[in-house]
């Protein structure tokens, strides 16, 4: 099983009338709710760990976590409110950007609602996005990273998020402070970007990373594929997929949940085995990844693909 930690909030479309009302649509999501349902779909059993209000947005949350197949015996609930992202778009399609998430239930984690013991059966533990950041469910993260790392695999997805952290100096010496205790990092090359400043070659944060700590470093350039560096070896890239693409949203939660997921099927996720991972190996994994993000990217929203949905795409 893989432990999600992290954020599972509401996205708020909204868009403006020509008579002047607002047109809303209200999604489930958040970057580890979404890797949660994908490790579902693909065929992994998955565990999500993190704080969800007793709200009707949070009762919308667990429902659909639920009926994913998603375990929530480590979901923490409260009487706060859940978090909701605002995306605004005028008349003319510009697009703007507010979030509320000051107190809400995802940020109250704290260090007594970390489980006190995780079954071996938890092959892997994986952190993302904001939650790694904010305080106190940051440091609660933090805490449980160092605790674990000696016992599961941890993975980081980064999934930089500049109108929650605008200070990226501070951004990156929160984030910096798990890599000691990361054996994955999947990031995207925007992500890279937005937190290195443009004049920062990719290469040169990988390499940063890998002195830091983490073995595995992926970063998913879009439409043009993925790098993955494993340390020692030379870096390996897969192309993209031609696909007609719909929007992107959920395309990197995708490739994440679909990397972990293939290297649990080749039983090289436990830690232990992790170490044993060849270039071939990871190889294959990015190309089910690409694949498998590919198809998140012809649905609208985060309509995450199943298993057999990859190999199909993978046969054609």
């Known amino acids: 099983m893989i432990l999600v930690c992290g954020e599972a909030l509401i996205d708020l479309f909204v868009t403006n009338r020509p008579d002047g009302h607002l047109n809303t ?3 489930l999501g958040g970057s580890p709710f979404n890797v949660a349902v994908a490790l579902s ?28 197949g998603v375990d929530l015996s480590y979901a923490v609930r409260s ?12 008349r003319h399609g510009h697009p703007s950007y507010a979030f509320h998430g000051e107190g809400k239930a995802d940020r109250q984690l704290a260090a007594e609602d ?21 305080e106190p469910v940051g440091d609660s993260f933090l805490k449980l990273a160092e605790r ?6 941890i993975s980081l997805d980064p999934n930089v998020r500049p109108t929650v952290t605008p200070k990226m100096s501070e951004w990156r010496d929160r984030f910096e402070a798990f890599l000691p205790h990361a054996d994955i990092v ?3 090359d925007e ?63 995708t490739f994440h949940a679909a990397v972990l997921a293939f290297l649990a099927r080749i039983n090289r996720l ?20 690409v694949a498998a993000s590919s198809i998140t990217c012809t649905r609208r929203g985060a309509d995450l693909p199943t298993h057999q949905a990859v190999v199909n795409a993978l046969a054609s």
């Open 25 to 27: 649509e209200a999604v």
């Open 148 to 153: 674990e790392k000696g016992r599961s695999t």
């Open 270 to 289: 436990a830690k232990s085995q992790f170490q044993s991972l060849t270039v071939p190996e990871l190889m294959e994994a990015l190309k089910y990844a």
């Open 79 to 90: 009487e706060s409110l859940t978090t909701i992202s605002v995306v605004a778009a005028d």
């Open 186 to 188: 999947k990031a995207s």
């Open 114 to 134: 970390l489980p006190p013991v995780l079954p071996d059966s938890i092959a892997a533990i994986t952190f993302g996005s904001y939650s790694m950041i904010v």
């Open 41 to 68: 779909r693909l065929g992994e059993p998955a565990s999500f760990f993190g704080g969800l209000s007793t709200d009707s947005f949070g009762q919308a949350l667990a429902q659909r976590l639920g009926a994913e």
């Open 191 to 253: 992500d890279v970007a937005a937190a290195y400043c443009e004049s920062e070659r990719i290469d040169s944060v990988v390499e940063r990373w890998h002195r830091a700590g983490p073995r595995l470093v992926m970063v998913t350039h879009g439409g043009k594929g993925a790098a993955a560096y494993l340390r020692g070896h030379p870096p390996i890239t897969v192309p993209g997929r031609e696909v007609s693409v719909v929007d992107t949203v959920g395309a990197g939660d």
